[in-house]
């Protein structure tokens, strides 16, 4: 494969954020009375906040508007996250090796603009990437194509030529949709996941995809 461009998922891959997303939904099912169930929020993973915070609507039952579950959840998000939000091993790494190898770098993250930011500022990695696409960009999440497909775009690179790093099945499953190469590299929790739509390549940590790149032919010189 010709590879132009990587484009990045965030939380889970890029940034731990999915234990704070936890606690975060943990306290807003505390506060609507119900017991978290395992099968609802494996459905949410990799999802845009409106459509994951509908399934939970949906899965629980919850009676206020969906409007309002999700400016609720969002405010107990953006709490836990200030001040807690670290890159995963190996991201800064995988990043800067793209650059440095002459690729177009983009984010594609389903999460909403201001959180997205904030996230990135607070692992250290904001002004990384040439294109930051987010679920505000779009209007359907993943596994629709659209996210990894207007990030190419931005990025002015063929979606054919484009590695998508991906750490939740609808992430792949989308970046397959745009004619894009997935690769998966599971966190703790979906790591435990069924990937119907089967990547490229499995990857332990992205501590591994710089070797991966290069055996691709990216930056062997680097």
Not at 132 to 153: H, M, Q, S, W, Y
């Amino acid at each position: 494969m010709q590879i132009k461009a990587l484009i990045f998922d965030m939380d889970g891959l890029l940034v731990d954020t999915e234990p704070l997303a936890y606690q975060a939904m943990d306290a807003f099912l505390a506060k609507h009375n119900v017991e978290r169930r395992q099968d609802i929020h494996d459905q949410m993973l990799g999802r845009r906040l409106p459509e994951a915070i509908a399934i939970v609507k949906d899965g629980y039952g919850l009676p206020l508007p969906l409007d309002d579950l999700i400016a609720d959840y969002s405010i107990m998000r953006r709490d836990v996250l200030i001040g807690n939000v670290k890159p995963m091993p190996g991201a800064i790494e995988a990043v800067q090796f793209g650059h440095a190898a002459g690729l177009r770098i983009g984010l594609a993250s389903s999460g909403l603009r201001d959180q997205v930011t904030l996230s990135l500022n607070e692992a250290g990695m904001r002004g990384m990437f040439e294109v930051e696409v987010t679920g505000d960009d779009v209007t359907r999440g993943k596994p629709a194509p659209d996210l990894f497909l207007r990030a190419a775009e931005w990025l002015g690179i063929e979606p054919a030529n484009c590695v998508v790093f991906e750490d939740a099945p609808a992430g792949v499953a989308a970046a397959v949709n745009a004619g894009m190469h997935a690769v998966a590299v599971p966190n703790l929790h979906s790591r435990e996941m069924d990937f119907p739509v089967k990547p490229d390549a499995v990857l332990n940590s992205l501590h591994d995809a710089i070797p991966w790149l290069q055996h691709q032919g990216v930056g062997r010189e680097v």
